[in-house]
């Protein structure tokens, strides 16, 4: 088992222990509102925009689009449950500015190892075989 996943078991079986009566809020949002937000991880949703359980929908992406699969959440958290607003927020600095769809796919059809990035743009390590299906992808 890696130490990042004991991490991970160990702050949610303290998250579960101390979440008490947050397990009988109602399934709707409580603020009625949803989020559409970027996945960078340097982003904390609850803190910026003053969530707490149970307060809002938050649906995250590579770049905070409103992809099929996040309308389609959108659409769920509003005619199933109540939602009466949707935020879509980006931020600065944000890495999908950092490609295009077309170095994508060529990094994707050269190997699906890590790229790196430096000053002269994204490279690939072309180790093993990459994979066509990246041609899907935009």
């Keep these: 088992m890696s130490t990042i996943l004991k991490e991970?078991?160990?702050a949610n079986q303290a998250y579960a222990s101390d979440f008490g009566d947050k397990g009988k809020l109602p399934m709707p949002p409580g603020r009625r509102f949803a989020i559409?937000?970027?996945m960078d991880a340097r982003l904390d949703p609850a803190?910026?925009?003053g969530l707490a359980?149970?307060?809002a929908h938050v649906?995250?992406?590579a770049?905070?689009?409103a992809s099929d699969d996040a309308i389609r959440s959108l659409v769920i958290s509003y005619k199933l449950l109540g939602t009466r607003e949707w935020f879509v927020v980006h931020h600065?600095?944000?890495g999908m500015e950092t490609f295009t769809d077309d170095v994508m796919r060529k990094l994707l059809r050269s190997s699906l190892k890590t790229a790196s990035v430096d000053a002269s743009g994204w490279h690939d390590p072309g180790e093993g075989g990459g994979s066509a299906e990246g041609e899907h992808i935009s």
Excluded: F, M
């Design 8 to 10: 991970v078991l160990a």
């Design 92 to 94: 600065t600095d944000c």
């Design 63 to 65: 770049g905070g689009r």
């Design 59 to 61: 649906i995250r992406n």
């Design 53 to 55: 359980e149970g307060d």
């Design 47 to 49: 803190k910026y925009a």
């Design 36 to 38: 559409l937000t970027c």
